[in-house]
């Protein structure tokens, strides 16, 4: 009988394992929000997730250095009039963050040194629009200051945050846009959408380079980019509601170069990659289990490496840069996940007997500092990202390293109670206006169809 023969992969005996309770954040509160989002974001210095909020939107941003129970008057942003969506840290500064929420905004927010001490309604940043609730706000990898919003008004918009400005705006889709993500190069620019397809934006000639109906069962679907692989991961449902991933070609959209099925579930598949081991992590909503794979440049191009096991399911969850692992451990993920009360950690280790530095394992990563301005990038140029070694560790700056200085836009609309009745009632006839527009135009619908 023949013998089986076993892949060699350095990661075959990657293992995860949840902090113990003390270093978990306790006594967060999960928005209920039906939106898909990660609900939750982290960086080196802090740790944010959407609250449920009872009315408006809020969010908080934790210390990451000061797990525990959390005080009962947490501080919060509370900025938002609607909830709060999707949040993200921006890449090249620490204490900035963006929001997005139902109200129709994109905000931009300031931590203060030391974290966030009262609860505070002002953003730095008012990013004024889209015409319905913002979905997803995305940092460029790249370029400093640069953020794709997505809008339920069916458009993408990016902007340069420090000066407040839409500097490209994207339409072309036809149904609400659900995932969205920047390739590794921050070139393009993917989404995923309610209609089932997949398409591939270039942002900065306002074009859609390619689409295809990705997943066809009539769920939510999930987009990702497989770092500098040039490769696109997919995840949604069949029309038998299975739950599967597929990898692309962005290049080629005809057909995807790999798919699998991967189980019946209902919760939609949170997928995170780590470009420095070529490690894909599935997290599914309401699941308790993290599945963990491979990702090679030869077919079958995905490999099933193992899989983390809990009771307790996950309603968000995010992935810490990797300026944040502990090099010493070998921990070369680490993920948070979100359950209904706590932010769990999750470190994945690799393995290894010395206490040397493993530098087949920590390659240099992206660094904290950008490659390019918002104007260089706008301008039509590219770049690589700036890689830095892990080997002595990275220690986040006490300060931003980027400066930030914000032009701030005047939000329109009325400035005082006078101006907001006068707003009142010109919208209450223009209300009435169209109203008996609509009463007329049924009335000779009705005339047709009579004759």
Request: glycine share 8%; aromatic share 8%.
């Amino acid at each position: 009988m023949a013998s089986r023969v076993v892949r060699a992969s350095k990661y075959r005996h990657v293992f995860g394992t949840a902090a113990k309770k003390e270093f978990q954040y306790d006594g967060v509160k999960v928005s209920r929000s039906a939106w898909d989002s990660n609900k939750a974001t982290a960086n080196s210095q802090f740790v944010a997730c959407i609250w449920d909020a009872g009315g408006g939107g809020a969010f908080c941003v934790l210390n990451a250095d000061q797990p525990g129970k959390l005080p009962s008057n947490i501080p919060l942003y509370t900025g938002h009039a609607a909830d709060v969506l999707d949040l993200e840290f921006h890449p090249f500064n620490n204490h900035l963050i963006a929001s997005s929420s139902e109200d129709g905004y994109a905000k931009i927010w300031q931590i203060p040194q030391g974290g966030l001490k009262s609860s505070s309604t002002d953003a730095v940043q008012v990013l004024s629009g889209h015409k319905r609730k913002v979905g997803t706000v995305n940092f460029h990898p790249i370029a400093n200051n640069v953020l794709a919003t997505t809008s339920t008004d069916l458009t993408l918009r990016i902007w340069d945050i420090e000066k407040g400005d839409c500097i490209f705006n994207v339409d072309g889709h036809t149904d609400i846009i659900q995932s969205a993500a920047w390739s590794f190069d921050g070139r393009v620019f993917a989404t995923g959408c309610k209609d089932k397809k997949v398409r591939i934006v270039d942002p900065r000639t306002n074009s859609i380079s390619g689409e295809v109906e990705a997943h066809l069962g009539s769920k939510g679907i999930r987009v990702n980019f497989l770092g500098n692989k040039d490769k696109l991961i997919t995840t949604g449902f069949s029309r038998d509601t299975q739950r599967q991933i597929a990898i692309w070609d962005p290049r080629s959209l005809a057909a995807p170069i790999s798919a699998q099925q991967i189980d019946t579930s209902a919760g939609i598949l949170m997928p995170f990659y780590d470009n420095d081991t070529c490690v894909l992590f599935l997290a599914g909503r309401g699941d308790g289990n993290i599945r963990y794979y491979e990702i090679v440049d030869e077919a079958p191009y995905i490999h099933f490496l193992s899989e983390y096991k809990s009771a307790t399911p996950q309603r968000g969850m995010c992935i810490l840069p990797k300026l944040g692992v502990d090099v010493s451990q070998c921990e070369i993920v680490r993920l948070l996940k979100l359950t209904g009360t706590a932010i769990e950690p999750i470190s994945f280790h690799v393995p290894r007997k010395s206490d040397m530095f493993q530098d087949d394992i920590f390659p240099p990563t992206n660094s904290n500092e950008p490659a390019l301005t918002s104007e260089q990038w706008a301008s039509g140029q590219n770049a690589s990202l700036r890689l830095v070694s892990l080997e002595r560790g990275f220690q986040a700056p006490a300060r931003p390293t980027q400066e930030f200085k914000p032009v701030v836009k005047e939000v329109e609309g009325p400035k005082n109670e006078a101006e907001l009745r006068t707003e009142y009632e010109r919208l209450k006839t223009r209300v009435a206006y169209l109203e008996a527009e609509i009463v007329k135009r049924d009335a000779r619908i009705r005339e047709f169809e009579t004759k």
